[in-house]
């Protein structure tokens, strides 16, 4: 029986915030704004956040501002901006309800699954997809520390934005970046076998390029 969060992809693409969670922690980081929310709550676009370190908070002056950061909003005052204490300090415009309405779901099963099980089964499938793409000689784009990773291992193979395209065309999820390469990322629905399946088609595709060269 499929996962009940289980994708229809073999292979889904994002850049997940849960995959690498205690960046903000790390000494002399002030702020981190992670990847927006739709990336890895699997929600539509439309909502990020942004993590400021506590005792940084009130003393930083956005150099990007609207009318939700003021401290009295409905005022409407003219002149200089007297902002809000955080994290109403570090709004702009109207925010966007619909879409934050539409990423609690996602939230919520981010929430069910536990971050820490989403992290640790990250690193490893990760790790297991350099490994792979290392077996066939294919350039990794990708921190090999796992404290230094995020949940997308990029890999660099012959005629990589053809190999994505295809690899779409036979519903594995993943995309292209210039001077990165194919972009993986499973997530915590993901089994180890997709993994192999996956790094089996771009083996194939590149036999059948291959052939249809000569």
């Known amino acids: 029986m499929p996962h009940p969060y289980k994708s229809a992809s073999k292979i889904t693409n994002h850049q997940p915030p849960t995959t690498n969670h205690n960046y903000h922690q790390r000494p002399g980081v002030f702020y981190q704004r992670h990847a927006c929310n739709y990336q890895n709550p699997r929600r539509g676009p439309g909502v990020a956040y942004l993590y400021i370190r506590p005792d940084l908070g009130k003393t930083l002056v956005p150099s990007l501002t609207g009318w939700t950061a003021h401290e009295n909003p409905f005022a409407f005052e003219i002149g200089p901006n007297r902002y809000a204490e955080p994290p109403y300090r570090f709004m702009n415009g109207t925010p966007h309800v619909p879409a934050l309405e539409a990423c609690r779901p996602g939230l919520k099963i981010i929430s069910e699954v536990g971050v820490d099980r989403i992290r640790e089964k990250s690193k490893r499938q990760t790790a297991r997809l350099i490994e792979l793409a290392d077996q066939h000689g294919w350039r990794v784009n990708t921190p090999r520390d796992p404290e230094q990773r995020g949940g997308t291992v990029s890999i660099e193979m012959p005629d990589s934005y053809a ?29 180890d076998d997709e993994l192999k399946i996956a790094i089996n088609a771009v083996e194939e595709i590149l036999k059948e390029r291959q052939l249809a060269a000569r």
């Open 163 to 191: 190999v994505c395209r295809e690899l779409l065309n036979r519903d594995i999820l993943v995309d292209y970046r210039p001077k990165a390469g194919v972009r993986m990322s499973p997530h915590f629905y993901n089994t």
